[in-house]
């Protein structure tokens, strides 16, 4: 099959491109220009350079393809807001408008859980739950927290694709992985934590009671790669996560073991919170472009349980994660060590 895939040289995106690849699909790839490319220079693919607000480079990358997986996103926990709605919602909407035009069969979107909220619940939702994404942090009104940036511009996003795609009658899936863990990743929290336990931390954020869910970003890949072959139609979600949540503190110390590090001590949130909230004041005062190494965004993961029912997505594509969760851990931390992040 013919597929147009953005974010291609992404952690998440990159992984699509190899399971592609492997099950024999022609992939062309929407690329910035002036992108890091380390992720998938060993494949040899089809380039379009461009970006989500170029319409001219849409409509070229739209062309003669029968499916289109969208990854690419603003996915981060700072910066301004703009950035986070031009990216995450005027992109999509550019992207879904090109691919009508060119008669695009599927379009895939990656959406996220997060549209649903990570505020603390004992229940795990599913794709009917109410879209919920603003968390409500301590002084939220007066000092905004970042990660709502994104988790709510990818709300807006589902909503206003899927009002498009009503009104023009174009059939939609949302792909919405949990947490994703796995080679090549740098950004999702994982790595930044080995790697603060590795310089030395002996305390950091954390609970021994609460329940997170997690997928390792090769089974994921096999996720989309299914999802080209699904017949949905009308504008549909799927939430695509390991079988069953973990326990966040047995999660990190399988990680810490399997790279041969002590797990620190966790420190409870009525420690930490307020660090996490002054620091993020003292960087937004202060007009500082990268992130503090606490915000209360992240800090909440560490202490809420984030759970989700992963059935649909067996029931209606047959997808189901089967891997095992140590193996996956040590394959991920054997490639940092290997290409010597750690």
């Known amino acids: 099959m013919k597929v147009l895939l953005t974010g ?23 690329i910035r220009r002036n992108s ?46 703009d950035l986070f709605y031009q990216s995450n919602v005027e992109g999509t909407l550019n992207l879904i408008k090109a691919s009508k035009v060119n008669a695009v069969k599927k379009i895939i979107l990656t959406s996220s859980i997060s549209v649903y909220g990570e505020e603390h619940s004992t229940l795990a939702k599913n794709e009917k739950s109410p879209l919920n994404s603003h968390y409500k942090y301590f002084l939220d009104s007066i000092f905004p927290c970042k990660m709502n940036y994104y988790r ?17 009658n174009i059939d939609l899936l949302f792909i919405e992985p949990v947490w994703v863990f796995g080679e090549r990743e740098f950004g999702t929290g994982f790595y930044d934590y080995l790697n603060t336990v590795r310089s ?21 890949a096999k996720a989309y790669e299914r999802a080209i072959h699904y017949d949905f139609k009308g504008c549909e979600a799927l939430i695509i996560g390991n079988s069953s949540p973990i ?54 993961m560490f202490y809420d349980n ?9 029931e209606v594509m047959g997808f189901e994660d089967k891997s095992d969760l140590k193996e996956s851990i040590d394959k991920t931390i054997k490639w940092y060590q290997e290409n010597g992040y750690l």
Request: proline share 4%; net charge positive.
């Open 200 to 220: 030395g931390a002996k305390f950091l954020p954390g609970s021994n009671s609460n329940y997170f869910h997690v997928i390792y970003v090769k089974e994921l």
């Open 36 to 81: 890091n490319l380390k992720n998938i220079e060993h494949i040899d693919c089809e380039y379009v350079y461009g970006d989500l607000l170029d319409c001219d480079a849409l409509n070229k990358a739209t062309q003669n393809v029968e499916a289109v997986i969208h990854t690419a996103a603003h996915a981060k926990d700072w910066g301004d807001y």
């Open 306 to 314: 984030i759970m989700f029912d992963v059935s649909k997505a067996k």
């Open 247 to 300: 326990l966040m503190n047995d999660l990190y110390t399988m990680l810490c073991e399997g790279a041969g590090l002590k797990k620190p001590y966790n420190l409870p949130k009525y420690i930490t919170y307020p660090v996490a909230f002054v620091m993020e004041v003292l960087w937004t005062m202060l007009r500082v472009k990268t992130p503090p190494i606490l915000t209360r965004g992240r800090l909440n």
């Open 152 to 168: 709510d511009t990818k709300r807006i996003a589902k909503d206003k694709a899927s009002e498009f795609a009503k009104k023009h």
């Open 8 to 30: 291609a040289n992404g952690f998440i995106g990159s992984h699509i491109l190899d399971r592609l690849i492997e099950m024999g699909h022609d992939v062309r790839c929407l």
